[in-house]
């Protein structure tokens, strides 16, 4: 089963165990051929972590962890070929947790033993994982597509419609029979409108692509359910004919560039909000209080940031950045800490956890103008109390 959203929201609603939870991250795709790297790559993924847990556990809990190492060895065995391009997996037994989902190749090869599961590479993997929807659009005919980069495909419904010829007549016969076929014309954009709005709710997306000339593609916005014109980002000339591949192509780059532009906002909102000292702030360490405090509306970093810190076992804090504990347990619930050489994605993660949006910086024009700011920094949903 692909991964969606929904998933990804349960998977982050999950509170530290008393059990270890296994994740996995795995590439398959584009190795089927032999199948040899990507089983030896999980034999050695399972390995690595059963030699070096990088937490400590139990005995109970130790015998726990490798009785599900070894159902997942097994499950890969038998179901290995069941995923196309990577699967993640998380996995705690005793604490009733099994879960297995097809997932994009952005997520990387990961394995990880945490008391919950470990959901950084989903969240920043998210543009790949939600689905978006693409229509394109003739005065008389239509093609509805839905997936996300992975996996697209052609949504089956019959959108012919049956619209008078032009003909060539000239003067106010001509005039008339333009309105008939506009008439048409606009009834047809409202039959598919309402496809697409009935679609959206069986499968909801995030973005709807639209494809056709301009002229027409401008009417048939005009037609959309307001919360599909929300979610309405560009559309992209095309032939009605063109191949999936193509199509999947075309409106994938209409998206990223919205997610640059909608990234480049923010990022203009946080700089401005952080130097008045409002709504923003900027540096992994204010970061991270306003995350710990729940404050975080949007997040906001460079996709290269990595900084060493520690995070609490038993309540996920990440630990202050500019003030690090003495010992070994956490600020707040004295639980375990655990020291990772990059605390970022434990951030992320946590910033996700609480509903924030989370916007890497790929470009390197966005990432030089938060560098001077510490590479990060954060939108908040409350203004912050003056000191003193
Ligand atoms: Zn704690």
Known sequence: MAITRTDIEALASIQPQPWPVISLYVQIAQEHVTDDHYSIRVKNLLKQLSEQPGIALSHEQDAAFREDLERIRLFFRDH?????????????????????????RAVGNHAVVDFRPMIAPLVHALDHIEPFCVCLIARDRARIFLGNVSEFREVAVRLDQQVPGQHDQGGWAQARF???????????????????????N???FRFLVAGGTDEVVAAFVETLHPYLSERYVGHFNCELDASVKEIKEAAWGVVQDWLQRDKARNLDLLLEEALSQDMGVVGLPAVADAIQMGNVLTLVLDDRLSAPGAYCLACGAVQPLDQPPEDEHCVYCQG???KVANIVPVLYANAYRQSASVLFLTER?????????????ALLRYRLEAEG
């Open 336 to 338: 375990a800490l655990r």
């Open 365 to 377: 024009e966005l990432q030089m103008r938060l560098e001077p700011h510490g590479g990060i920094g």
């Open 80 to 104: 290995g070929d069941d995923y196309g391009d990577a699967v993640a997996l998380f996995c705690s037994s005793r604490a009733g947790i099994w879960h297995v989902y097809g997932v994009p």
């Open 178 to 200: 333009q309105r008939h076929i506009d008439e048409h014309a606009r009834q047809h954009f409202k039959t598919i409108a309402n496809v697409l709005f009935e679609l959206f």
């Open 202 to 204: 069986q499968e909801p």
